[in-house]
């Protein structure tokens, strides 16, 4: 009889306790800021925390958001499948610290935007301003289901209950909270759930590191099983996991994430003063490098435990991103609460995501969709509970599709797929507004459109080859030979290698690109055919304070007297700062 996940590890009463207890705390923080005091009663307030968030709290936010639930329990499975290498994710996050505080937000920040969607408006016109909010809605709304389907697996994983049961009630919790506290519910639950990620993966390391022998032995281990070889430099972009993946693709992918979502840059619009902002990014970069260290660091001590033992190939779980959970509850198994605390750190780092695209959703919808239907002007009371009610409903749909991501393979390369297909776009977007004084309406629209197009053209078909079998990653080598189960000894690096190589070569080669540079190709598109468009339109200005200050050296003598600059436009000259 072959052994599965749940016949061999169980959950306590005090793992429950710790689980259900960050629920209910979470939700306790959104009752509070939703029945007392000011009661979020204004659009300000629900939306922007009144503008009185600190810039520590916000600057965790902004990091815990990104690194979500998918990223924690993907890691591990890539650093045991593929090494270390994704730590070089750091590296790109120091790239995006950068970008975004000296290019993006100085600008937005500069003009006062609550809705950073605003300014595309502004700079072009209202039909780019629609597209764009179509192309993050859509993100939004499917992003929303693969982050809470993590930790509803890892749950599922470790209990036995149904993964959809457990997405349900992780979502209706998520709904609720967020709903009904606002933006400071959001900020103060992500502060608490990064307190309870950073103390539940320590303690997982330390117990690794105790139960393996020390740091040193961890490490030499790793090193002799290949899962140090850190620094791939081959530019053949097929090839998963290179250095210019990471620096390239993921830097792109964090920046967008950052700076053109709504839900990354309405937390930094919150703060008072430009140094904040730039105070909280840096706050921000180090959390997630924090964060994310600690996840290549628990990587490695997972891959000691499994060396010799593969659990997906001796069937003790049916997908790799079971890995994490399955090493947690079993050298957890003879410590109390280390399973429940664990089980507690995916969820929070999924929920604090889950909450900041819905609050940040509720906004954009409510501008562009909601307000424009009801055509009167509202009060601040009867604003906030329409706010509320586009939560819960926005907050439903996006639970009813939750269901759907178990279909559709590995969580950690989806959620890079979606950034790619719409956050590269929105992306080159907003470069081609704030660094390109050429750029006109008709270039942005129709590049924005291309850099879809282009992107989709290579994502959609790799997922389907994907999903049919025939692009697969070789992997660093795995062995079942310590299995006593397990009638097969070992299964060779070079086998699977080959294997992997005759299989993934029947694709053609642009379709097994990496997912990884998905984002930046999506980018680099947007820009290069909104660029053409422009330069084949007519001539009208622009005003330089929908420039980043990094180009006004760039512009002409008259650029730097006037207030604006000469550029390309299909149709507008008075969209210019309202």
């Known amino acids: 009889m072959t052994p599965n996940l749940n016949s061999k590890v169980t959950l306590n009463w005090y793992d429950y306790t710790i689980f259900v207890g960050t629920l209910v705390f979470s939700t306790m923080i959104g009752i509070y800021y939703g029945c007392f005091g000011t009661k979020q009663a204004t659009t300000r307030e629900y939306l922007m925390g009144a503008k009185t968030m600190k810039i520590i709290p916000i600057g965790i936010s902004v990091a815990v958001g990104h690194i979500s639930g998918t990223f924690l329990l993907g890691t591990a499975a890539e650093v045991f499948r593929y090494g270390a290498s994704v730590w070089l994710m750091v590296v790109s996050i120091i790239i995006m610290g ?55 697996l890892t749950f599922a994983t470790a209990s036995g209950f149904n993964v959809n049961l457990v997405a349900f009630v992780l979502c209706a919790v998520c709904v609720f909270y967020t709903a009904i506290g606002g933006f400071k519910t959001v900020i103060w639950t992500d502060f608490f759930q990064f307190g309870i990620i950073v103390t539940s993966f320590v303690s997982v390391y330390l117990i690794g590191l105790g139960k393996f022998g020390g740091f040193l032995s961890v490490w030499y281990t790793a090193l002799a099983g290949e899962r140090l070889q850190v620094f791939n430099f081959d530019v053949d972009p097929t090839v998963r996991g290179t250095f210019w993946g990471y620096l390239i693709g993921l830097a792109a992918a964090s920046t967008s994430h950052l700076a053109v979502r709504q839900t990354g840059a309405q937390k930094f619009l919150t703060l008072g003063k430009s140094t904040d902002l730039k ?75 889950m909450s900041s695209n819905l609050n940040a959703l509720s906004g954009v919808i409510y501008k562009d969709v909601a307000y424009l239907f009801l055509m009167k002007k509202l009060s601040d009371k009867s604003s906030s509970s329409i706010l509320k ?128 540079y998905y984002t930046f190709i999506g980018t680099a598109m947007t820009v290069i055919f909104g660029l053409i468009i422009s330069y084949m339109s007519k001539s009208a200005s622009v005003d330089r304070k929908l420039l980043s200050p990094l180009i006004y050296r760039c512009l002409p003598e008259e650029g730097r007297e006037e207030e604006k600059v000469s550029c390309t436009s299909a149709q507008e000259s008075s969209l210019i700062l309202r």
């Not at 764009?132 to 509803?152: G, K, N």
């Not at 659990?311 to 399955?326: A, E, G, R």
């Not at 950690?412 to 797929?417: A, G, N, R």
Request: net charge positive; proline share 5%; aromatic share 14%.
């Open 389 to 516: 009610v586009i939560v819960l409903v926005v907050g439903t749909l996006c639970t009813c599709l939750v269901f759907t991501i178990g279909l559709l393979g590995e969580i950690f390369s989806i959620s890079l797929l979606l950034q790619g297909l719409a956050e590269g776009p929105l992306l080159g977007l907003f470069t081609l507004g704030i660094l390109f004084p050429q750029a006109n309406s008709k270039g942005a629209f129709y590049g924005t459109l291309g850099g879809f197009i282009a992107v989709g053209i290579l994502a959609i078909p790799a997922k389907f080859y994907e999903l049919k079998g025939l692009i697969k990653y070789p992997t660093k080598p795995l062995s079942v030979r310590s299995c006593d189960f397990f009638n097969q000894t070992t299964t060779t690096t070079n086998f699977t290698t080959a294997l992997n190589d005759s299989v993934s070569s029947q694709v053609p080669s642009i379709f097994r690109i990496s997912f990884y």
């Open 279 to 353: 105070w909280s990014v840096t706050y921000t970069v180090i959390s997630m490098s924090v964060l994310q260290t600690l996840c290549v660091l628990v990587g490695l001590v997972v891959y000691v435990k499994y060396k010799d033992c593969d659990p997906l190939t001796s069937h003790m779980i049916s997908k790799h991103d079971q890995i994490f959970p399955f090493f947690v509850t079993e050298i957890g198994a003879s410590l109390p609460g280390i399973s429940g605390l664990f089980i507690a750190a995916i969820c929070s780092g999924s929920l604090s995501s």
């Open 98 to 152: 950068f970008l975004v505080n000296y290019i993006y937000l100085p600008v937005f920040f500069k003009l006062r935007l609550r809705n950073i969607y605003d300014y595309l408006e502004q700079r072009f016109d209202r039909k780019t301003r629609i597209l764009a909010i179509v192309f993050y809605v859509v993100a939004e709304v499917f992003l929303f289901p693969v982050q809470a389907y993590t930790p509803s």
